[in-house]
């Protein structure tokens, strides 16, 4: 059963960066037929889809996030990271790694499994 | 950006009951559409992809239904476990977006 498992601290400050990795286990992040996502929750709130990662390294990232953000992959390790800069309180929420599923020739994907999340919180 | 609006904010329900929410986007986005369950401090869990496919393990009590720009998701007879915050998600293009969830109480 594939599970994923956030990391990275749970603290950063004010225009600093904040940086998690995620590790699958129980599957190859090598697979063909999946991508890797990170999705993130601000406390109370709904969910944002920051970006995707192939196991290639081709990378997809939300527009509104694209200059501050960071994905990178490990294959080696079966890992996958998010680095995001200069972050504001605005930042704060947990994030949440992803398994992607892509159907080729079609924008059919979802995000199952899901990790379980990681909160980290901006201070000043 | 494709922007997805649910409704209701939030209901209040009772076991047994059939529940609707609607999910509708900004634009035509034909069946690309999921739909999924939140716990409170879980993760997200896959319930439906594209609009109407149920993912493998969840409950044949929970459809999908809708294609362009009206989308539900239906529960057929609410149990227990089900009382949770739903959110549905567009595939169309990028940004991916969802919608801003529904909330499930018991009556």
Partial sequence: ??????????????????????????????????????IRQPPGKGLEWIGTIYYSGTTYYNPSLKSRVTISVDTSKNQFSLKLSSVTAADTAAYHCARQRIIPGTTTNWFDPWGQGTLVTVSS | DIQMTQSPFSLSAS???????????????SRYLNWYQQKPGKAPKLLIYAASSLQSGVPSRFSGSGSGTDFTLTISSLQPEDFATYYCQHTYNIPLTFGGGTKVEIK
């Fill in chain 2, 15 to 29: 076991v047994g009951d059939r529940v609707t929410i609607t999910c509708r986007a900004s634009q035509s986005i």
């Fill in chain 1, 1 to 38: 059963q594939l599970q994923l498992q956030e990391s990275g601290p749970g603290l950063v400050k004010s225009s600093e960066t904040l940086s998690l990795t995620c590790t699958v286990s129980g599957g190859s992040i090598s697979s063909n037929d999946f991508y890797w996502g990170w």
